[in-house]
Each structure stands twice: as C-alpha cells, then as structure tokens.
C-alpha cells in the first residue's frame, strides 16, 4: 500500500519564477492538505482539497493556489516566488466521506522547496 | 483565533529519565494529535486523541487529552537515543472534519546516552 508521494522532493528557483509541486495520497484517501514548513517552525496550514474544491484555506496570499484531480491527487502552484516562499512542503492525506472516516492526516516526505 | 502552544520548545536529558511535554490550547477543540518530525524529514503520526480522558501508549510513550483544560501531554518514560527528534503537538479547528490542523511550535527532544 503506497503512502502519500509528492515530486519533486528538491527544487531551486529564482525569485519571480512559478513552480508546482505534485502529491499522491494514500490509497483509499480523498482528502489533501497542503502546509508550509519553514526552517525550525511548525508546519502552516496553506489549503486542504476534498471533491476537487478548496474547502479551506489558511492565511496565505493568492499567489498560492492549487487543485485536485479526479483521482484526488493534487497540485500546488505557487507564481511570483519570494525568497520567503523558501522552505519544506508538506502534502497530508485524510479521508473525509464513508464510513472509513479517518481525522488522522497522513504526510508525505516533502518537497524543500529554495529560492534564490 | 486558536493558538497551540508547547512547551518546553527545547529539551535535552539523559537515558533512562522520564520527561512530560505539554501542549496547551485557546479554543474548544475534540481532536489532538501528536506527531514526530526527525531532521529533514517528514511528519510521522504518534498518537490521535479524539475525547475528554484519553490515553494512548506506544512503547516509552504515552499521551493524554483533558479537553475541560485545554491541555495535552506527551510522556516519555525511561528515555532512549532513539527518541530524539521534534515533537508537534496539532489541534483540529472545526467540528465535523479536520480541515485545519493549528501546529505548535514543537519541543526539540535530544536524548544523551
């Protein structure tokens, strides 16, 4: 049983450059959680999708945005980076509908994500 | 707006000691979750806390919720190396479903043989 994925795990771009990080969750999951995890702090909540629509969102600027695909992976995209966008990504998985509801958050290994 | 707080943030002891780390939080919540973050890794989920009274254990760990107080506690018992890593304490902010997890600032364990 794969767990939650995410690609690239290491990505270096520049300031004013787009990128878009990828996340698979864990099988049977349907729910994705994406968080920000800056050097030596705690994760913050960016977004969590669930039937392919943002269903809440923390407090991070619009130029983070994201989606969900009907397999219920996910993309982040995050446009006009700052050298403050720098820092470790974090994908979660959870499942929401169904009997099988789970609260627990499943999480990927990351992508380190630095601007330069 | 709900805060987690954790403490202590830093916390270096020997093998074989007991040690409690606490995580307390502002807003009315049912759902508490520990997790365990080793350097440049991901997330591993310890404990799910989903009521007034629980307890959970798993090896030298052991975690409970008082949800009356807003508090809850991590403790290790007779502390080994492989302990060492960074504790989060994360709380759920809406009734029906985890939509979003408030993250303490984690608690930096190192476990000196």
């Known amino acids: 049983d794969a767990g939650v994925t995410q690609s690239p795990t290491h990505l270096i771009k520049t300031r004013g450059q787009q990128v878009t990080l990828r996340c698979s969750p864990k099988s049977g999951h349907d729910t994705v959680s994406w968080y920000q995890q800056a050097l030596g702090q705690g994760p913050q909540f960016i977004f969590q999708?669930?039937?392919?629509?943002?269903?809440q969102r923390g407090n991070f600027p619009d130029r983070f945005s994201g989606h969900q695909f009907p397999n219920y992976s996910s993309e982040l995209n995050v446009n006009a980076l700052l050298l403050g966008d720098s820092a470790l990504y974090l994908c979660?998985?959870?499942?929401?509908?169904?009997?099988?509801?789970?609260?627990?958050?499943?999480f990927g290994p990351g992508t380190r994500l630095t601007v330069t | 707006e709900l805060k987690v707080e954790q403490n202590p943030l830093f916390l270096s002891m020997q093998e074989g000691k007991n040690y409690t780390i606490y995580c307390n939080y502002s807003?009315?919540?049912?759902?508490l979750y520990w997790y365990r973050q080793d350097p440049g890794k991901s997330l591993e989920s310890l404990f799910v806390l989903l009521s007034n009274g629980a307890v959970k254990q798993e090896g030298r760990l052991m975690a409970s919720l008082d949800t009356k107080a807003r508090l809850s506690t991590l403790h290790i018992t007779a502390a080994v190396h492989d302990l060492s890593a960074t504790y989060f304490c994360?709380?759920?902010?809406?009734?029906?479903?985890?939509?979003?997890?408030?993250w303490g600032a984690g608690t930096k364990l190192i476990i000196k043989p």
């Open positions: 999708y669930y039937e392919e629509e943002e269903r």
């Open positions: 979660a998985s959870s499942k929401t509908s169904g009997r099988a509801r789970s609260y627990e958050q499943y």
């Open positions: 994360a709380v759920d902010t809406v009734g029906d479903s985890n939509y979003q997890l408030i």
């Open positions: 807003t009315t919540s049912d759902r």
